[in-house]
């Protein structure tokens, strides 16, 4: 599942959500994490609406392990919270959620291929919102930890694996941080897949 995904610079996080889509977002630290690649147990920042406003606040990518607390869950299965059987992710889906902001993210497939050096390896895509400058995806925070929401792949992304981040378009930014969000699940989103560099 996602284990990789890349964040903007700060500039373009702020033009994206502050200009292009008019978002009232408080100032940003200027010393938040920024064009990198993210993996588990790095932060990055993450948007979320909190004592009544909208903020970028860094947070470490993987929920603690209950019975390992130095390994960590970083991908949440959203009908994890449809289900009847309690989960870790419940509170969290309940009432903090939040957004991931991207370049883009990363998925390794099945297909493999021989490297130079005689190694088999993975092939590896990146994928980002065809519509849209930057990629927004459903996360859900825990005091400073945050996890990536994931979903039943689409089309695009099948071919590689069966599941995949839950992105969020510009226009359902309020119903994923504010409202019901279970008909965010059915629906699909323009994704554009680039093979990486052998």
Wanted: aromatic share 12%.
């Amino acid at each position: 599942m996602c284990h990789q995904f890349q964040i903007p610079s700060l500039a373009e996080i702020k033009k994206y959500l502050i200009t292009d889509l008019k978002l009232p977002l408080i100032e940003p630290d200027s010393n938040l994490p920024q064009n990198s690649n993210i993996f588990p147990q790095k932060k990055a920042p993450i948007l979320l609406y909190q004592n009544n406003q909208l903020l970028l606040i860094p947070k470490t990518w993987g929920y603690p392990k209950p019975m390992n607390q130095n390994q960590v869950i970083f991908n949440a299965r959203i009908e994890r919270f449809f289900n009847q059987r309690p989960s870790m992710w419940d509170s969290s889906f309940a009432r903090r959620r939040c957004i991931i902001v991207t370049n883009c993210f990363f998925e390794t497939a099945q297909e493999t291929y021989i490297t130079k050096y005689g190694k088999q390896a993975h092939e590896e895509y990146s994928f980002h919102n065809s519509n849209e400058p930057l990629t927004l995806i459903a996360g859900i925070y825990q005091n400073d930890y945050f996890s990536m929401v994931t979903t039943t792949a689409n089309q695009i992304m099948q071919p590689i694996h069966d599941r995949m981040p839950l992105v969020i378009e510009p226009d359902e930014l309020r119903q994923w941080l504010f409202q019901n969000f279970s008909a965010l699940i059915t629906r699909d989103v323009n994704l554009v897949a680039t093979k990486m560099a052998q």
